[in-house]
C-alpha cells in the first residue's frame, strides 16, 4: 500500500499544480535524455481554461487539457517496441469554485482523462476519471500581515489504483518583496524576484503519468496493458514577465526519481523501460489571471 500512496503522489503531481495555478492558456515542453542511451521522452501541453462568472465571487470553469508524449525508444529491447511509439493524454477539466467566508475558498474539481496509446479503437479501458475537492485560504493581498497562502485538499485519482482520495498539502509565505518559499506536494521551491519582469527560484517537484496500452504485448512471459512514468526532480527555474499576465518560464534540473514502468492488468511492475536518473528540462509560456 506504501508503494501505491508514493505512485499516487506522482501521477497526481500533475492535476494538483493546476488546481494551484491561476492559468488560463499554456503551451509547454518537456525533455528527459535517458543516460548513457539514445532514448528520449518528450513531452507537448497545451491547456486552456474558461472560467465563468455564476454569481459574486462563484465560478464555475471549463477546461481542457492535451499531452502527447514521445518515447522515442532507439535502444535495443527483447520485444517489439513500435507499440509504444507515443502517448495521448487528454483531460475535461470541470470545477466549481466560490467562498465559505471571508478566509476561506473552497474549490470542486471533476476530471474525465483519456489516457492510451491510441493504436486501434478506443474503448472503456482508455478512460479514467479524477477528481478533488480544496479549500483554499488566500492572504496574499493582506497588508496587516506577512503574505501567504495555504491549500488544503483530497484528491482520488483511478490510474493509481487505491480506493479511497489521499490528502494534499501547499503552503506558499512571502518573506519580503524579494523572497517567498512554497512547501507541499507537489511542487516546493524558494523564490527569488529581482522585479516585476524577473525572478528565479530552486525547486522540487513531481511529475508523471499513467495510460492504457491498447495493443498489449507478452514481456517477460506476461502481458503487459499500462505504462507509467514517476519522476522526481530537484533544479533551478527562470520566469520572465512580458506583462503582467503573460510569462515566459524554464526549468532545468536532474531527476532524484525517474521510473518509466510496463504494468500488467493488475498494475505490477513488469518491465523498466528506464530506472537511472537524467537530466531535466520544462519549458513554456503561459497566461494568467
Same mark, same amino acid.
Given at each position: ?6 505512485? %499516487? ?21 518537456? %525533455? ?15 491547456? %486552456? ?9 462563484? !465560478? ?47 474549490? !470542486? ?18 478512460? +479514467? ?99 507509467? #512514468? ?5 533544479? +533551478?527555474?527562470?520566469?520572465?514577465? +512580458? ?5 515566459? !518560464? ?7 526519481? #525517474? ?19 537524467? +537530466? !531535466? ?9
Amino acid at each position: 500500500m506504501l508503494k501505491k500512496i508514493i505512485v %499516487f503522489l506522482f501521477l497526481t503531481a500533475h492535476s494538483f499544480t493546476n488546481a494551484q495555478l491561476t492559468d488560463l492558456a499554456r503551451v509547454e515542453y518537456s %525533455f528527459i535524455p535517458k543516460t548513457k542511451s539514445e532514448d528520449q521522452y518528450t513531452r507537448l501541453r497545451a491547456l %486552456f481554461n474558461y472560467p465563468i462568472k455564476v454569481k459574486e465571487d462563484s !465560478y464555475f470553469v471549463v477546461g481542457i487539457e492535451y499531452n502527447r508524449i514521445i518515447l522515442n525508444l532507439r535502444d535495443t529491447y527483447p520485444f517489439d517496441i513500435s507499440f509504444l511509439n507515443s502517448i495521448t493524454v487528454l483531460d475535461l477539466n470541470l470545477a466549481y469554485t466560490h467562498k465559505m467566508n471571508e478566509n476561506w475558498r473552497v474549490a !470542486y474539481r471533476i476530471t474525465p482523462r483519456l489516457a492510451s496509446t491510441l493504436t486501434n479503437k478506443i474503448t472503456k479501458d482508455d478512460f +479514467f476519471l479524477n477528481g478533488g475537492v480544496f479549500f483554499i485560504k488566500d492572504r496574499t493581498k493582506a497588508t496587516d500581515l506577512t503574505p501567504y497562502r495555504l491549500i488544503l485538499g483530497l484528491t482520488y485519482n483511478t490510474t493509481a489504483g487505491i480506493p479511497f482520495p489521499l490528502p494534499l498539502i501547499s503552503y506558499f509565505r512571502q518573506f519580503n518583496e524579494k523572497w517567498s518559499y512554497t512547501v507541499g506536494v507537489p511542487k516546493m521551491n524558494l523564490k527569488y524576484r529581482f522585479n516585476n519582469k524577473n525572478n528565479v527560484q530552486a525547486f522540487l517537484g513531481l511529475d508523471g503519468y499513467f495510460a492504457h496500452i491498447q495493443q498489449g504485448k507478452m514481456v517477460q512471459g506476461q502481458q503487459v496493458d499500462n505504462i507509467s #512514468l514517476s519522476v522526481g526532480v530537484a533544479g +533551478f527555474g527562470y520566469e520572465y514577465a +512580458f506583462t503582467k499576465n503573460l510569462v515566459w !518560464y524554464a526549468y532545468s534540473g536532474y531527476t532524484f526519481r #525517474l521510473n518509466n514502468i510496463l504494468r500488467n492488468e493488475n498494475r505490477d511492475d513488469v518491465f523498466a523501460l528506464d530506472d537511472i536518473n537524467s +537530466f !531535466y528540462l520544462r519549458s513554456g509560456i503561459k497566461f494568467r489571471i
